[in-house]
């Protein structure tokens, strides 16, 4: 029961933020006039309709899967390793989309072709992916995983920044560090059809854990005891976090510590059970991105604040916030 309230207000938080987010914005259109044009309604001009359904609607939509998909993961991963501290970040695979991305803004395929930019960062993550599980093994321990994962993010990294310093336009090399930050802006009906897809299907997939990370809780071997095979649910979690944090990566860049901070504040309250936290850090890290985009337009309109920007200005004092806390209760 107590889950299912928490899951309710989570939903209707959600529900209102996506509702903001349709509603505000720059062109300050009242509230009858922005929901007669998102419907198509032929009584407002072009210019009105073309806002709410080519700007506003993919914005929102984006920053509801993309919420969903990292706070997912981020509990996910959190529930598979036994370790507060992983995130989707941890195991490479949004390093790899930025790198897949920044490949393409700087050989000009992004700037030829409109869906060049997230289908080079999906292509960056599916390698990733490819590259974990060939380190990792079918058999490898969950300490291998990590260790390959650190591994592919450092490295991509590097690549990352190695592009950067080689990029002879500064104008390339600074319309990739802005993408690199985040941003919902600019974004299109093709980005969300790319991307709703396969976070969908990730997101599923691991929604699918809970059972298996509740008996992780008790440990690998009275996981296997209970009929969990370990290297299933390995293979499982790394896809699943692969469509959904790559597909998110791609069409909204980096964006850090919904997956990190989310699952954190939401833990208690579910009694840190796995699998009520899944759906809890899905429309928790949902209604964060939302949240966060509107304060983005409401904060600095003109001055193009990005998304990932704003959430690790937030999500890093409140993690922080988090730890000293949990310090003071073991002390």
Known sequence: MRLRVLLCLLAGLVAVLFAASLLIGPAHLPIGTSLRALFGSASESHAIVLVMQEIRLPRALLGLLVGAALGLSGAALQGFLRNPLAEPGLIGISGAAALGAVIALQTGLAAAFALALPLAALAGATAAV?????????????????????????LAGALTALVLNLSPNPFAATEMMFWLMGSLADRSMLHVWLAAPLILIGGATLLGLGRGLDALTLGEDAAEAMGIRIGRLRLTLILG???????????????????????????????????????????????????????????????????GVLTALVGAPLFLNLIWRSRGEEA
């Open 130 to 154: 490819a590259l974990i599980l060939l380190l990792a093994g079918p058999r490898g321990s969950t300490l291998t995983l990590i260790l390959a994962g650190i591994a592919v993010s450092a």
């Open 241 to 307: 976090t692969a469509a959904a944090v790559g597909s998110a990566t791609a069409v909204a860049g980096a964006i850090g510590f919904v997956g990190l901070v989310v699952p954190h504040l939401l833990r208690r309250a579910v009694g840190a059970r796995p699998s009520a936290l899944l759906p809890a850090s899905a429309l928790g890290g949902a209604a964060m991105v939302l949240a966060a985009d509107i304060a983005v337009r409401v904060i600095a309109p003109e001055r193009d604040l990005q998304l």
